[in-house]
């Protein structure tokens, strides 16, 4: 009796443990199998730590795929903000790229812009230099013909010629040698007698008129610019100047 209660006692035991385990297994022997006990709780102790295993590996990788999934959203996200960075980047470098040629195509205009004007006003102060030729080549100057135009053309022909005289000096001569007829002719003095007389504004002979006449007046004795220029130059190579002939010469 006492044996019997014993096994009794191990088999529920075994029992309760295998249930634990999540098997069952049903005892069929009553007799002495009690080693039979630590092998059963063995089992149980691994079935739980596979278990445990089991969801620790489980959990790891569950760790993993979220760490890497991070990873790769957290990469992803870098990636995409770089790809902005870069963006933002060349639209700025375009936009300084655009000022930039703007600003060298609106410098580059406004050269072309002044050289045309200054060429253009080149161009415009040549040309009104070449109708001022023309105007001064067609409209020489214009003196009066009188004894004032006579003397002031002599002494501007006498500049070019380096004559020396002055408005004075040939006005005073010519009042006293002809009282400014241009046609006066001196028919009694010496030169009269020996058939040259004295002709003209200063009253110059012939000879001497050819002799001293000056290139670009008339060849005429009795033309008033010419008589004047002739005596004039006569009177320089004489005298010095005509400013120094106070009486006959």
Same mark, same amino acid.
């Given at each position: ?44 102790? &691994? %079935? =739980? $730590?596979?278990?445990? *295993?089991?969801?620790? @590996?489980?959990?790891?990788?569950? +760790? /993993? !795929?979220? #760490? ?46 002044a050289?045309? &004007? %200054? =060429? $253009?006003a080149?161009? *415009?102060?040549?040309? @009104?230099?070449?109708?001022?030729? +023309? /105007? !001064?080549? #067609? ?25 020396p ?23 009694w ?53 005509i ?7």
């Amino acid at each position: 009796m006492p044996r019997t209660l014993r096994i009794t006692r191990s088999h529920k035991l075994a029992t309760a443990v295998l249930v634990a385990a999540g098997s069952v297994t049903a005892i069929a022997a009553t007799g002495g199998q009690s080693d039979a006990q630590p092998a059963a709780a063995r089992s149980s102790v &691994a %079935a =739980e $730590k596979t278990a445990t *295993e089991v969801t620790a @590996a489980k959990a790891a990788e569950a +760790r /993993k !795929a979220a #760490a890497k999934e991070t990873a790769a959203k957290k990469a992803a996200a870098e990636r995409k903000a770089a790809a902005a960075t870069a963006a933002k980047e060349a639209a700025t470098k375009k936009a300084v790229a655009e000022r930039k040629a703007a600003a060298e195509k609106a410098a580059a205009d406004r050269k072309a812009t002044a050289k045309k &004007a %200054a =060429e $253009k006003a080149r161009s *415009e102060k040549q040309a @009104a230099n070449r109708s001022t030729e +023309r /105007k !001064a080549v #067609a409209a020489p100057k214009q003196y009066k013909n009188n004894l004032d135009g006579w003397i002031r053309e002599s002494l501007d022909i006498m500049k070019k010629k380096n004559i020396p005289g002055s408005y004075e000096g040939l006005h005073r001569n010519i009042m006293r040698e002809s009282s400014g007829n241009p046609n006066a002719v001196n028919d009694w003095d010496i030169n009269a007698r020996n058939g040259v007389p004295s002709k003209g504004l200063l009253q110059v002979i012939q000879p001497t008129f050819d002799a001293y006449h000056v290139k670009g007046t008339p060849k005429k004795l009795t033309d008033p610019v010419a008589n004047i220029t002739a005596a004039a130059n006569y009177a320089a190579d004489r005298y010095g100047s005509i400013d120094n002939v106070d009486s006959a010469y």
